[in-house]
């Protein structure tokens, strides 16, 4: 008899406990779900701003091929001859096409002449995203002229880790949480010119808006 | 002449003045800061930067569903069907798939610190795929016991295939390990709710195996946790798994759980010897009057000395602030700041040039590191006291005597692993694999009763 009042009393408070628990944890799923209505979900990003091109994301990310990449903002871009973002700076004057010229390890950087202009010529730099491996090379050698070019989180890689192991890497706390919907980032610089674009009705740069949240 | 040109020049600059300052909002960022101006081309339009789209959202739902599939299978396994291969089969498959192809991401262990980040930061967004991942065992556990434990968690399934040589730990050395688990999962939440970094995602000893690559110090964590496990049975589970540290003590109150034979245990011991884990418990002896009192009177004691020690503890985690908040990449940075700023620093580092460059000024960094260190005086105390908690517990844990009749897994121990199954001499009757359980025994002969009992003070000899 007392023994079996005990158990009952036992199995109460188990049952009581686990009431409680299922409850709670109810709550606190609810209690996320609802305060996570109120906003987006967040990916990884870098603030181009931010970014000293230290060449962690080709290093750190926990995926083979990093998620970072280099992208090429055409209208920051100077088309200049001597690039200091496709050559190295003995590469500059010889502006010999040889490796040992050349800032890009992997050959990333695509140079292609546009025009002859009052004595000047003019060379297009695209990157070929698939050989890019995020080293940072060519951002840091841009950074000396207009800096069009710049790393970004390619959110088609991107495993949008719980801790992003470039962000606890970043020397320069250039990491940020971005919202999925708006993934990307322009330079505060780019933003005005690529919202004027936008405005003469040009799609791809209405595209590229859509895509970056500003921080204004 | 001489006016109507002038008049002429006076208009043009009016003009030019209005148009400027109607064009300069618009105009000012882009030619102020580019070195060189972008040229404009006869027949070639300046192309615009493009970027991938996100992937589709359609994997962390199918991960939830995965999830959810594979707790009601272990439960079944272990609860309904009693089947040890089963549990193993699932256990292989939740290795794979949780493991070796979603990589270890998203598990319940980390979800439990964006679960704390999303408590105490508002701002941060919690995927809701986290939330379902760190609940649904939760869920499940008050239920069925820790049956995640078992097959699902890829952690667990690691160690559960290689638990092949498992030695007995002494049992002072396993409750004192075990507690390790709790402060774990404190420091966790401290630091994830302070934004200072994930620890249980930065130190999970398995991700370079499922990634297949990491730096040299979590390889060698990470390998020396594996050989453990083949000699102590799941390590990471029983020591450190702050996950699982809250599925212990739920596992506590659960509905059902794993019981080892299927009808009366004839104690035989078969199991005790064979769990990997030390999970189970055999039954206990009548005790001499004078034993009750000793233990009785420990039982006092540890209500007595429970207090002091969280006190103790408390003092101890205030006393810990700079070194805790040191984990917080800001703070190294403004010490390394303040060294270089008193000419002591012999270098700068990367994260120092960053700062100089980023127009912050010291100050600021200064006042931000300071208050964060209040910060951790609090929050040090508070991990402190909780440490003291979780050793004061125990020791009153320790202290009270259960009753035991027959061999009984550990509420809080046992992992659901279903091993014992395959050793129980009436579970082997049970599924017709013999018609006698004295087949199943070393010596042919049925034990006249529990074999503890035949020793004195419980102890085997």
Redesign the interface.
């Known amino acids: 008899m007392n023994s079996e009042k005990q158990t009952d009393r036992r199995g109460f408070l188990a049952d009581g406990a686990r009431v409680a628990g299922v409850v709670s944890a109810g709550v606190l799923g609810g209690f996320l779900a609802g305060r996570r209505g109120q906003a987006d979900e967040n990916r990884w990003q870098i603030d181009p701003d931010k970014c000293v091109g230290c060449g962690n994301c080709a290093t750190h990310c926990v995926l083979d091929e990093s998620a970072v990449k280099c992208v090429q903002c055409f209208d920051m871009c100077g088309f200049c001859n001597r690039c200091t973002g496709y050559y190295t700076l003995d590469g500059l004057d010889s502006r010999d096409t040889a490796a040992e010229d050349l800032l890009c390890p992997t050959e990333a950087i695509i140079r292609t002449f546009v025009e002859g202009k009052a004595g000047q010529n003019f060379y297009e730099y695209t990157i070929d995203t698939d050989a890019c491996i995020g080293c940072a090379m060519c951002v840091k050698g841009c950074a000396l002229m207009n800096g069009s070019l710049y790393l970004q989180v390619m959110h088609d890689r991107c495993v949008n880790c719980n801790e992003c192991a470039i962000a606890v890497a970043c020397p320069s706390d250039a990491f940020v949480n971005v919202s999925a919907d708006k993934p990307y980032r322009l330079k505060r610089v780019a933003l005005g010119v690529m919202r004027q674009k936008a405005g003469k009705a040009d799609k791809a740069a209405q595209k590229l808006i859509d895509q970056v949240q500003a921080d204004e | 002449m001489n006016r109507i040109f002038r008049l002429r020049v006076a208009a043009l600059l009016v003009v030019a003045l209005v148009g400027g300052v109607l064009m300069g909002g618009?105009m000012?960022?882009?030619s102020s800061?580019?070195?060189?101006?972008?040229?404009e081309?006869?027949d070639?339009p300046?192309?615009?930067?493009?970027?991938?789209?996100?992937?589709g959202e359609v994997a962390p739902l199918l991960d939830v569903a995965i999830l959810f599939v594979a707790l009601c299978l272990a439960s079944y396994f272990t609860l309904v069907s009693r089947s040890r291969r089963n549990v193993l089969l699932l256990t292989i498959a939740s290795l794979l798939w949780f493991g070796f192809w979603r990589?270890g991401?998203?598990c319940p262990v980390?979800a439990t610190?964006?679960?704390a980040l999303?408590?105490f930061d508002?701002?941060?967004?919690?995927?809701?795929t986290?939330?379902?991942f760190f609940?649904l065992p939760?869920?499940f556990t008050?239920?069925f016991g820790r049956t995640f434990c078992a097959s699902v968690c890829p952690l667990g399934a690691m160690q559960e295939l290689l638990a092949v040589r498992s030695i007995r730990v002494p049992r002072w050395l396993d409750h004192s390990l075990g507690l390790v688990a709790y402060i774990y999962l404190g420091a966790a939440v401290i630091f994830a709710a302070t934004k200072t970094?994930?620890i249980i995602?930065?130190y999970d000893p398995f991700?370079p195996f499922f990634?297949l690559?990491a730096n040299t110090d979590m390889l060698l964590f990470g390998s020396s946790i594996l050989l453990i496990s083949v000699f102590v049975g799941r390590p990471y589970c029983r020591y450190l798994c702050p996950y699982g540290a809250i599925l212990r003590v739920?596992s506590?109150?659960?509905?059902w759980r794993l019981s080892i034979p299927p009808d009366t245990c004839i104690n035989c011991q078969l199991c005790e010897d064979v769990c990997p884990y030390g999970a189970i418990h055999p039954p206990t002896v009548t005790q001499s009057p004078e034993r009750r009192r000793k233990g009785k009177r420990r039982l006092v004691t540890a209500l007595m000395v429970a207090p002091v020690v969280v006190l103790g503890f408390w003092w101890l985690g205030t006393a810990l602030a700079v070194p805790l908040s040191q984990w917080h990449?800001?703070s190294r940075l403004a010490e390394q700041v303040r060294l270089e700023e008193l000419g002591v620093a012999a270098s700068t580092?990367?994260?120092s040039?960053?700062?100089r460059?980023?127009g912050r000024s010291v100050e600021q960094l200064y006042q931000s590191a300071l208050s964060r260190r209040n910060d951790f005086v609090t929050l040090g105390g508070l991990l402190g006291a909780w440490t003291g908690l979780v050793i004061g517990f125990k020791l009153i844990h320790l202290s009270v005597r259960r009753r035991r009749d027959d061999y009984q897994a550990d509420r809080a121990g046992c992992v659901s692993c279903g091993r014992c199954y395959w050793y129980c001499p009436v579970e082997k009757v049970r599924l017709g694999l013999i018609s006698d359980v004295s087949e199943a025994l070393p010596d042919g002969q049925l034990p006249t009763g529990p074999l503890v009992q035949l020793t004195v003070g419980g102890k085997k000899s």
């Open positions: 618009v000012a960022d882009e800061d580019l070195m060189f101006p972008v040229p081309f006869s070639h300046i192309p615009t930067a493009s970027v991938p789209e996100v992937q990589q991401c998203v980390g610190q964006n679960v999303a408590i508002p701002t941060y967004v919690v995927p809701l986290v939330v379902a609940v939760l869920v008050l239920f970094g994930f995602c930065r991700i990634r690559g739920l506590c109150f659960s509905k990449p800001e580092t990367e994260a040039d960053a700062f460059g980023s």
